[in-house]
């Protein structure tokens, strides 16, 4: 399935997609109202509810808008490369987490997304209303994937 199809056919089939679909399908993250579903051999992953859908793109567009200057981005909406949508949604959501259980290891994941919401929403009366300042320093700090380099054995010959 070439890459137009594919995400025509994804379109069609996941009508409420789920903001943390990339922290999701890396396992940092998961969520009591995500369900994933494949197509041709790929997984996405879809929201059970449209208002959940609603306050997690809300909740990440005030953390990409707080975060602009830590990640160097533009504060308009530009798709962000996965590298820093990845530090947002999971360095976000640890850090909203260390807000809330600070004993829990920083790098563990993130067992319910909605959970972990309503608890901030609880304790803070809102999403908006978090310390944000506090949350910075854990999407400064999440790095994904460190990439090895490769090492070319073979290539030093000498001839």
């Not at 998961?30 to 909740?59: M, P, T, W, Y």
């Amino acid at each position: 399935m070439d890459q137009e199809a594919f995400r025509e056919t994804y379109r069609e089939v996941n009508d409420c997609f789920c903001a943390f679909e990339k922290s999701v399908l890396t396992h940092q993250c998961d969520c009591s109202q995500a369900e994933k579903f494949c197509i041709a051999e790929r997984e996405g992953v879809r929201c059970s509810s449209k208002a959940h859908q609603a306050r997690c793109l809300d909740l990440l567009d005030v953390l990409r808008k707080q975060a602009h200057f830590a990640l160097r981005t533009p504060k308009e909406d530009t798709k962000l490369p996965h590298g820093k949508a990845m530090r947002i949604q999971v360095g976000g959501m640890r850090g909203i987490r260390a807000l809330l259980t600070p004993d829990i290891h920083h790098s563990d994941p993130i067992e319910d997304i909605q959970q972990t919401l309503n608890q901030a929403e609880a304790r803070f009366g809102s999403l908006k209303a978090m310390p944000f300042s506090h949350i910075m320093p854990s999407i400064a700090a999440y790095q994904g994937r460190i990439r090895r380099r490769k090492h070319d054995h073979g290539s030093h010959d000498s001839h």
